[in-house]
């Protein structure tokens, strides 16, 4: 059962544009919402969150917007760079709970 | 100490050997997690740990065991592995946090991983 998904596997992005990131959910029980940028061979790291009492969350670059009625948050990568070039985990945890669930991941192509 | 470590990077091992993966965090995280992750896939979670206490084992087949022997380690004990058990296995780990009066998680903060091949 995929809670969280990511429909879209790639996006590929001109250096200094926007990168859109999106990911829907379907359990309403999710009250926490994260951002995770992976390389290849390394772990996961944490780049941004949302709480689901907000609707924006800034920071830098990287903005994070929630929509609870749709169950819809996007990430913005402002200007984007070829450094940002990574797979994009979106993840979703439910309060009262210590699980974490992962979308499939977008590979984010940002070139020069 | 900001980070979580993990060893060995890489392990390749046989189906009939013994081996362990091991983690550690001096964050004062209480809650840790061991994750497997094949190309192109997500994270799955395997097992979490919370105040040092087996809370989520998501039907981990047994030749798997977690330990965790105090807040700041958790090992991964393999035993009897099959070949489809190659895979990068993720370490992460968490700080507590009351949402609505429930213990809740903030991020996790995942390790290197470990690089495991089962020939």
């Known amino acids: 059962d995929q809670q969280v998904k990511q429909n879209s596997p790639s996006l590929s992005v001109q250096e200094g544009r926007i990168s859109i990131l999106n990911c829907d959910y379907t359990n309403s029980m999710f009250d926490y919402f994260l951002w995770y940028k992976k390389y290849p061979a390394e772990g996961p790291t944490f780049l941004i969150s949302?709480?689901?009492?907000?609707d924006k969350n800034e920071d830098g670059r990287f903005t994070v917007f929630l929509n609870k009625s749709a169950k819809h948050l996007s990430l913005h990568i402002v200007p984007s760079q070829p450094g940002d070039s990574a797979v994009y985990f979106c993840a979703a945890s439910e309060v009262g709970n210590n699980d974490m669930r992962f979308g499939a991941g977008t590979r984010l192509t940002v070139k020069p | 100490d900001t980070e979580v470590t993990q060893t060995p990077k890489h392990l390749v091992m046989g189906m009939t050997n013994k081996k362990s993966l091991k983690c550690e965090q001096h964050m004062g995280h209480r809650a840790m997690y061991w994750y497997k992750q094949k190309a192109k896939k997500p994270p799955e979670l395997m097992f979490v740990?919370?105040?040092?206490?087996?809370?989520i084992n998501e039907s981990v087949p047994s030749r798997f065991s977690p330990e965790c022997p105090n807040s700041s380690l958790l090992n991964l004990h393999l035993h009897a592995l099959q070949p489809e058990d190659s895979a990068l296995y993720l370490c992460?780990?968490?700080?507590?946090?009351?949402?609505?009066?429930?213990?809740?998680?903030?991020?996790?903060?995942f390790g290197p991983g470990t690089r495991l091949t089962v020939l």
């Open positions: 992460a780990s968490s700080l507590p946090r009351l949402a609505g009066g429930l213990l809740s998680y903030n991020e996790q903060f």
């Open positions: 949302i709480s689901s009492i907000k």
């Open positions: 740990y919370s105040y040092e206490k087996l809370s």
